[in-house]
């Protein structure tokens, strides 16, 4: 189990939704390829209204969600 995976494992122990922000796309293979059980991946590009319907409605699923942007700012 490499550093990524590991991480990512305590994440979903502490929250159901995991936001993954790659900038310039560096580690999406590692994204692509990553397995863990009970998590569902999903490449946020266009589809926002989806994946919040997907994580309203089902609430028992976890999920990890890639954007290939800069993480936002935060007021």
Same mark, same amino acid.
């Given at each position: 189990?490499?550093?990524?995976?590991?991480? =990512?494992?305590?994440?979903?122990?502490?929250?159901?939704?995991?936001?993954? /922000?790659?900038?310039?796309?560096? =580690?999406k293979?590692?994204?692509?390829?990553?397995? =863990?059980?009970?998590?569902?991946?999903?490449?946020?590009?266009?589809?926002?209204?989806?994946?919040?319907?997907?994580?309203?409605?089902?609430?028992?699923?976890?999920? =990890?969600? /890639?954007?290939?942007?800069?993480?936002p700012?935060?007021?």
């Amino acid at each position: 189990m490499n550093a990524i995976s590991r991480n =990512l494992e305590h994440a979903f122990n502490q929250n159901r939704v995991v936001f993954w /922000y790659d900038e310039h796309a560096r =580690l999406k293979n590692e994204f692509e390829q990553l397995q =863990l059980d009970g998590v569902e991946k999903i490449e946020v590009k266009n589809n926002q209204f989806y994946v919040k319907y997907r994580i309203v409605t089902e609430k028992d699923q976890q999920f =990890l969600l /890639y954007f290939d942007t800069a993480e936002p700012d935060y007021e």
